[in-house]
């Protein structure tokens, strides 16, 4: 078995590349980066650097294509978002023999599509946020007021491809007022409708799955204790949790409907009214490594699953895992640390953590009984060149920071 995984410099694709090197795959690592950790494990067979997706997205295209021919791989599997999109786009140029971990295009574009996802949610009766769909300012300002404020700026899509051929990357923003709104949404408009939401505080969950034609062949979920910004976004420590019997089958319904193949996360806030839908995120999830430390082997399955055409048994869904699994990405850890530790409040209406807790949690950022994505004994290579490469970024890290923290005059 051959595969070709991408984005090697995320912990999420250095689990990956673990789990087939240890079954003993023949795996090729792929990343912009030439000093990408996941380039340093063990299980590396090959390595293959690519153009930027961001800069450069159709040669980092031509780069996995010629990679799929020379290795002559079985299986491509896009970890990022940016080649999620980009080799969906190309799926008609790879060889039979080299088959894309991806869901069928059709699944996969309402998925992206934010505003698709809360429409078919709602037919499904699985409850959402109240949103409004808008194109400019003007539009954004008159629907806000039944939303109420703070209001959630969500870009209908979290990446798209510029005219003059670039990726675009679109992040949640909030406003606090009307001018702050119509200020946010000029950068928008021309480039990707908002989704304006109401705005939900609870804790974040994630229900992670493998499916088969819309039917669940594994199933974990897993509660952020931290993210990254603060406002919400990916997790920087999280724990494993039980199995929650409504969220699993508000995931399942709406996968099913789209009849997905492949893994999937659907995240939910857990607010005083109840679950809400947040979003789909179609690809593998950022926190996979807490899911294999779990005690499930994901990666595993997904390739054998695609190697079969998306056919698979009728065994029942494996939902056993270990509870209580946590699992920290360090570089994200820091920029959190760095975040609370601000003297700039960006959002005065969220809860904000106390700067004593930063410093808590930076004593211990070496304790191994909060776990690791990337540093691993039996693979020890990656997780010291992810702390060789946040150390040399420090320096920029930090002018940047003091930029924004500049008083404005």
């Known amino acids: 078995m051959r595969v070709l995984v991408t984005d090697a410099g995320r912990g999420s694709a250095i689990s990956i590349i673990r789990s087939l090197g240890r079954r003993g795959a023949h795996v090729v690592a792929a990343d912009s980066n030439r000093r990408s950790p996941g380039f340093f494990s063990r299980y590396v067979a090959a390595r293959v650097v690519h153009p930027s997706t961001r800069n450069d997205p159709t040669r980092a295209v031509e780069g996995i294509l010629d990679a799929t021919r020379r290795h002559e791989i079985d299986v491509v599997v896009p970890v990022g978002e940016d080649f999620v999109m980009l080799l969906s786009q190309a799926r008609g140029r790879f060889t039979d023999r080299a088959k894309l971990a991806l869901p069928e295009p059709e699944a996969l ?16 009766g699985i409850p959402v946020p109240r949103t409004a769909l808008v194109a400019a300012a003007a539009e954004a300002v008159r629907q806000a007021p039944s939303l109420g404020w703070p209001i959630v700026l969500k870009p209908q899509v979290s990446r798209a491809l510029r005219r003059d051929g670039r990726v675009d990357a679109f992040g949640v923003t909030y406003a606090l007022d009307s001018t702050a709104l119509s200020r946010q949404m000029e950068w928008y408009e021309g ?10 505080r609870g804790e974040g969950h994630g229900i992670g799955l493998l499916m088969a034609h819309g039917r669940p062949l594994l199933a974990f979920q897993h509660r952020r ?23 699993y089958e508000y995931s399942t319904r709406l996968l099913g409907a789209l009849d997905w193949t492949g893994p999937a996360m659907v995240e939910f806030k857990l607010t005083d009214d109840g679950p809400k839908l947040m979003e789909v995120n179609g690809r593998i999830w950022g926190s996979l490594p807490l899911t294999v430390k779990s005690g499930l082997d994901l990666p595993s399955r997904m390739v054998d699953l695609f190697l079969a055409d998306g056919a698979a048994g009728a065994a029942p869904p494996t939902t056993t895992y270990t509870v209580g699994v946590r699992s920290r990405d360090l570089n994200l850890e820091l920029v959190w640390i760095a975040e609370v530790l601000s003297p700039k409040r960006k959002y005065p209406f969220l809860e904000t953590p106390r700067r004593r807790q930063a410093l808590r949690v930076a004593l211990r950022l070496l304790d191994p009984r909060d776990g690791f994505d990337v540093f691993d004994l039996s693979d020890l290579r990656p997780g010291l060149v992810e702390i060789a490469n946040i150390a040399a970024s420090i320096p920029q890290r930090t002018a940047e920071r003091a930029r924004r923290d500049e008083p404005q005059t």
């Open 109 to 124: 574009a309402a998925a992206r599509d934010k505003q698709a996802t809360v429409d078919l949610a709602r037919r499904l």
């Open 225 to 247: 204790l931290r993210e990254v910004p603060i406002t919400g976004g990916p997790s920087s420590f999280r724990e494993s949790v039980s199995l929650d019997p409504t969220l």
């Open 191 to 200: 480039r990707c409708p908002v989704l304006l939401q109401e705005y939900n």
